[in-house]
């Protein structure tokens, strides 16, 4: 029968435990100085180390040929510790016994001396998982314990944990292994059972393992379940599900250069080959901490853990982007991070994502709006804009061409546009009023992805109890994202419970309505709205001018 590789090299003794230092340090300085105390709490994420560090300190307690404060794991009591035949060393599992009559069996045992070894010592894994009353039993043992016993308590959340048990604890913190530690040991296991490994494959699973060893040790074994005796860096990409490299620097260059058509190209690829959006989101997010790294650090070798040819891509990319867009972007792919957790159709969100992060003309943040300036200020110093000279009456003639001909006077049209405001339906105000309102309730139903849609709506307009929202021409995605029948009945629900009206909902476009054409068709919104702020700016240097 195979034996998962994380329990054949668990560590047996102090040396062998990973990433760890601070801790076996303190605990064989203990030994050595015979200053054992009567209470640990271990803490840390899964597969640091916890379990069994406690196991190697209760043979190194009990051990009678201690070599370097290390137990020898050939004596008698270390042979009965390892094989699990002894009853001076208990292993509990506190989620399967949490009860108040578990505790108190427990402290009946305590009353009993130690069989053979020096010490009595209890191991109580998930400690968190105790009830209130199991705690309260505890803590009488953990007060005044006999000499001989010695508790260790192991939780990966101690924030669980009541603060009287925590007050009688030597508190140890087990941080995450590092990449470098994770790859450095695999490496060494790889060697022993004679598997030829890639180093990017290692690196790989070492950064989808999130600092626990132990996860890392059961992906290398699967990887060597998959292929065998050679593991490749595409078998591990293959089995993960995660983004080649070059595939994450392709999609972070379309990006960064607002390449909203190959981004969702690229996006539509990685889904075809049925890999896990949320995964992708998750890389693209430590691509670009990666990237905003290197734009402020040079010593980069235990802040990013990644092969040197890939920290130089990353540096040469990180030049192309400054940093208020780096926060800019990482921000918006935080919250689809969240998003991907309740919502019901990833894909849709991560492309209404993509949009966002590619185009900053779609997100309202002060960063985009930064990125906007800049990239106004980018066209007005290279002299690559076009502006037509026009009249200001012109101008707003052809703004309102179907309410007013070409010879009318501003004045008179400003009139118009007051009048229009006013000639608006009671229904419509009312929609236009409530419209916050309707995209609460959405969020609140945890419809996350169509309420994103729906915040681009440009107008509305009522017409025989049947409610046409409408988005301008450039939104057609959202258009066809929207126009589904489960999708339409979900909004009218939801317009009819906040407005206590019943309406028939239409998505539309304005060039798919003849009536409602009052604006000029824009090929590109963010274009059309840099233009418009370059010609005002533009005329009003000349009228400065003129005037002096």
């Known amino acids: 029968m195979h034996k998962a590789l994380y329990r054949v090299?668990?560590?047996?003794?102090?040396?062998?435990?990973?990433g760890q230092e601070h801790i076996v340090r303190t605990l064989k300085n203990q030994i050595e100085n015979n200053n054992v105390g009567h209470a640990y709490l271990f803490c840390g994420t899964r597969g640091t180390g916890k379990t069994s560090t406690a196991k190697i300190f209760s043979r190194a307690v009990n051990c009678t040929n201690l070599h370097n404060d290390e137990p020898c794991n050939e004596c008698e009591n270390?042979?009965?510790?390892?094989?699990?035949?002894?009853?001076?060393?208990?292993?509990?599992?506190?989620?399967?016994?949490?009860?108040?009559?578990?505790i108190r069996e427990l402290r009946e045992n305590v009353k009993y001396s130690p069989a053979k070894a020096k010490y009595k010592v209890y191991i109580i894994d998930e400690v968190?998982?105790?009830?209130?009353?199991?705690?309260?039993?505890?803590?009488?043992?953990?007060?005044?314990?006999?000499?001989?016993?010695?508790?260790?308590?192991?939780?990966?959340?101690p924030h669980k944990i009541p603060a009287t048990i925590l007050s009688r604890c030597q508190r140890f913190d087990f941080k995450r292994v590092t990449v470098k530690d994770i790859s450095s040991r695999m490496r060494y296991i790889c060697e022993k059972e004679g598997i030829e490994a890639d180093e990017k494959a290692l690196n790989l699973i070492a950064r989808n393992s999130q600092g626990a060893l132990r996860d890392a040790l059961s992906i290398l074994d699967q990887c060597i379940s998959f292929e065998g005796n050679k593991i490749s860096y595409n078998d591990v990409i293959e089995l993960l599900g995660s983004v080649n490299i070059e595939q994450l620097f392709d999609l972070a260059e379309s990006i960064i250069k607002e390449d909203t058509r190959k981004?969702?190209?690229?996006?539509?690829?990685?889904?075809?080959?049925?890999?896990?959006?949320?995964?992708?989101?998750?890389?693209?997010?430590?691509?670009?901490r990666n990237l905003m790294v290197c734009k402020i650090s040079n010593d980069l070798d235990e802040i990013i853990s990644l092969p040197e040819e890939t920290i130089d891509l990353l540096k040469q990319q990180a030049e192309t982007i400054d940093t208020?867009?780096?926060?800019?972007?990482?921000?918006?792919?935080?919250?689809?991070?969240?998003?991907?957790?309740?919502?019901?159709n990833p894909r849709v969100l991560m492309e209404v994502t993509m949009m966002k992060i590619a185009q900053p003309m779609f997100d309202e943040s002060k960063e985009a709006l930064i990125k906007r300036i800049e990239n106004l200020e980018q066209k007005i110093e290279s002299g690559n804009i076009k502006v037509n000279h026009i009249s200001t009456n012109q101008t707003v003639d052809n703004f309102n061409e179907n309410n007013q001909q070409n010879n009318n006077t501003v004045e008179k049209q400003e009139d118009e546009n007051i009048e229009y405001e006013n000639l608006k339906g009671d229904d419509i105000k009312l929609v236009e009023k409530s419209w916050k309102k309707i995209l609460q309730k959405m969020k609140e139903d945890k419809n996350q992805v169509i309420r994103a849609l729906l915040q681009d709506v440009d107008s509305f307009n009522i017409s025989e109890d049947t409610l046409y929202i409408i988005f301008t021409d450039n939104y057609s995605f959202a258009k066809s994202r929207l126009d589904s029948p489960a999708t339409i009945q979900y909004v009218e629900k939801v317009i009819r419970e906040v407005l206590n009206r019943s309406f028939s909902v239409k998505i539309a476009l304005k060039s798919q309505l003849s009536n409602l054409n009052t604006q000029i068709k824009k090929e590109d919104k963010g274009e059309q709205i840099l233009k418009n702020i370059v010609s005002e700016d533009i005329l009003e240097v000349k009228d400065s001018i003129e005037k002096r």
């Open 9 to 18: 090299y668990r560590p047996k003794n102090f040396s062998n435990v990973i």
């Open 78 to 102: 270390c042979r009965e510790i390892l094989e699990d035949k002894t009853m001076d060393v208990v292993e509990i599992d506190a989620a399967s016994n949490n009860s108040v009559d578990d």
């Open 128 to 157: 968190h998982m105790l009830s209130q009353g199991a705690f309260n039993a505890l803590l009488k043992t953990l007060e005044e314990p006999p000499s001989y016993v010695i508790f260790i308590l192991a939780t990966t959340e």
């Open 263 to 288: 981004s969702l190209q690229i996006l539509n690829d990685f889904i075809i080959w049925g890999k896990d959006v949320r995964n992708l989101v998750n890389d693209l997010i430590d691509h670009f």
């Open 324 to 344: 208020n867009n780096l926060i800019r972007i990482l921000n918006i792919l935080s919250e689809a991070q969240d998003g991907m957790k309740i919502s019901s």
